[in-house]
């Protein structure tokens, strides 16, 4: 393990980096654009499970289908896997987040509605901090999906742990092989860590006394 | 011109108007052609059944609900053409599963209304202390989640808080239903007093008669969309509009109510048997001997009550005395026909008088209360629940006296 660090350790840092930024930029951007799209279906019932439909079928291309899907219009390296791995965060998300913001209490919404709340007001100070949890549930659960198949992103050369890996397979190196997917199961469960860190911080106090 | 000056009273007095408001769902009438007109610092209580449309009423008065046809003022403007989140800022809001919110502080959720219409830091404050005072909580608890307070202290905030914008008209939809006993008691006892002490208009939904008769100024009674009876809760008691409505009161609660609410003039016997104090003693014993009875009512000519009579004194004074004026006793029981049931029959029993005289205004007697008739209101009275004694026990009378001696009576 010492030699193969010495051999490898600078290539594996390079690849290390690469896995996180294109999992990390899918990630973000999913997040962005799949929480509030999840807020809006909250307040367009008719359209939401059209939308949850076109979201699950996406989920079930198969991912290196995907990816060879996005040859043809961005290419080959890191954008195109970016913009696939994208679409594949989408769906935990969106549907984390409708999932939540339509389980809060009724009677919250109710009370912050005749209160005299806007809708916007509603959203921000009653449904999300409510519905934390469960979208923070969601994002945890792309982040792992994204993270592993950021692997697979290799295949249409946008590098990333998966290198090692995919290059173990043809030169038949255990080694290689246990290098490159080792770290990505490590990046795996220290992002879900730290995503847990973030949900308790996100998720609103409600008692006044602290929490262990 | 006098007609002229009624309706400028009028235009005062209303400050919650709704004229045939009507709410369709689906092609049925949820709410079917509902009129109704609130004065300021009412306490109007909308009880039925569920589906009977009360609480879909209320809701359309903040614009919950937008009515289907109908027009609802208040304080003169059209509800409808109003803003609803400046509206709703405007109406105390408080709902059954009492909906604090559960990421907030005691503070913050008392403040919501006036963090959204921007008061100050400072005056939100004060404000808070304020609604805590007022629930009689200490200031520390300001500080607390909701998590951390009873439910009945929970819905104490969730009642002050709909108070803590000065709003003037509060909707409560069944707030209490869901607390125990004690704890509805109290919180009933509580908003009463704001809707006395401070002069709040309540729109309040329930499905509990006890709470409406204990609450409400007045009553609307409602049952598939339509409004059976608007009337105060003696009204309802006594002349219950229909059959829903006596069953929504119930068999048992119109038996307890009846000594609170029937007088002495609708139970007493009209037919006493009366004699003028100028009449011989032969006469009156005739009387007696024809009417059956060993009591005579004396009244002068214009049927003032002025004394009785019994067969001891003529027996006993038969060859000493010749009228009944030498005789009669002059210190009379009697109690006036207006007086209430509940509040006279304790007074007569433990008296033991057998028959009570009952006179009216003038004191010119009317009639007679026997024994065998107070009897049958106190089985009434505790026929229906073993607690109604309790409920029989109320302040002394007034209205009864014991008329003083006039002159000088023999024994």
């Given at each position: ?106 009677s919250?919404?109710?009370a912050?509605k005749?209160m ?5 007001q ?47 397979l ?16 490590l ?9 847990g860190?973030?949900?308790v ?11 262990l | ?6 309706k ?5 007095y ?35 059944t569920s ?25 003169g ?10 509206l709703?800022?405007?109406?105390g809001y ?20 006036p ?47 709909a ?38 208009t ?17 009553i ?7 409004m ?13 509009a229909?059959?829903?409505?006596e ?35 032969k ?5 007696m ?25 003529i027996d ?9 004026d030498?005789?009669?006793?002059r ?8 007086s ?17 005289p ?10 007679i ?36 001696k ?6």
């Open positions: 393990m010492i030699t193969f660090i010495q051999t490898y350790g600078g290539q594996l840092l390079y690849k290390i980096w690469q896995h996180i930024y294109i999992s990390g930029i899918a990630l973000a951007l999913g997040v962005l654009i799949a929480v509030p799209l999840g807020v809006m279906l909250t307040r367009l019932k008719k359209a939401s499970t059209v939308i949850i439909e076109i979201a699950s079928v996406l989920q079930t291309i198969p991912a290196l289908a995907l990816l060879a899907m996005m040859i043809p219009i961005f290419g080959i390296g890191a954008i195109p896997a970016i913009v696939a791995l994208f679409i594949y965060s989408l769906l935990p998300i969106l549907r984390n987040t409708y999932l939540g913001l339509n389980g809060v209490d009724p919250l919404k109710d912050a005749g005299g709340m806007t809708s916007l509603s959203i921000i100070k009653v449904e999300l901090p409510m519905a934390v949890p469960v979208i923070m549930s969601g994002i945890r659960l792309s982040a792992t999906y994204v993270i592993a198949w950021t692997a697979l992103a290799s295949y249409i050369g946008a590098g990333g742990l998966g290198d090692f890996i995919f290059n173990g043809n030169l038949y190196r255990t080694d290689l092989i246990l290098g490159g997917s080792i770290p990505v199961i990046l795996a469960l220290l992002v879900d860590w730290l995503l860190k973030l949900e911080q996100l998720t609103p106090k409600t008692t006044s006394h602290a929490k | 011109m006098e007609l002229v000056a009624l400028r009273m009028e235009l005062t209303v400050f919650l108007e709704m004229k045939h408001l009507s709410k369709v769902y689906g092609g049925k009438k949820a709410v079917d052609d509902f009129n109704l007109s609130v004065a300021k610092g009412e306490f109007i209580c909308f009880i039925g589906g009977s449309g009360k609480t879909t009423t209320m809701r359309m008065i903040n614009r919950m609900l937008n009515p289907s046809s109908g027009s609802i003022e208040l304080e403007e059209d509800v409808l053409k109003a803003d609803p989140v400046k709703r800022r405007k109406i408080v709902i059954q599963n009492i909906g604090l919110m559960p990421h907030m502080t005691i503070r913050d959720n008392i403040t919501i209304v963090k959204l219409l921007k008061w100050s830091e400072d005056k939100r404050n004060e404000r808070a202390k304020e609604m805590i005072k007022m629930v009689e909580l200490p200031e520390d608890y300001l500080d607390r989640y909701p998590s951390e307070l009873s439910g009945g202290q929970q819905q104490r905030i969730g009642v002050v808080r108070l803590a914008a000065d709003q003037d008209l509060i909707l409560m939809d069944e707030p209490f239903g869901a607390l125990d006993p004690i704890t509805r008691e109290s919180l009933q006892d509580f908003v009463k007093d704001l809707q006395e002490r401070l002069g709040k309540l729109i309040f939904v329930t499905h509990d008669m006890d709470e409406a008769l204990k609450l409400a100024t007045r609307v009674v409602m049952s598939h969309g339509k059976v009876q608007v009337a105060t809760p003696d009204e309802i008691l006594q002349h219950p229909n059959e829903f409505v069953n929504l009161i119930g068999k048992d609660r119109l038996i307890q109510a009846k000594p609170s609410i029937t007088t002495v003039g609708q139970v007493m016997y009209n037919n006493a048997v009366s004699i003028t104090p100028g009449r011989s003693l006469e009156a014993l005739k009387l001997h024809e009417k059956r009875v060993d009591t005579l009512l004396v009244t002068d000519d214009m049927g003032i009550l002025k004394g009785y009579v019994d067969i001891e004194q006993y004074n038969y060859n000493t005395a010749t009228s009944v030498d005789v009669m006793t210190k009379v029981f009697y109690v006036n026909e207006n209430i049931i509940r509040d006279t029959v304790e007074r007569i029993l433990k008296r033991g008088y057998k028959n009570v009952v006179v009216d205004q003038d004191k010119k007697l009317v009639g209360v026997t024994r065998a008739s107070l009897v049958d209101i106190v089985y009434d009275a505790l026929w229906g629940e073993p607690d109604a004694t309790a409920h029989t026990k109320k302040e002394p009378v007034t209205d009864i006296k014991e008329e003083q006039v002159g000088d009576g023999k024994p």
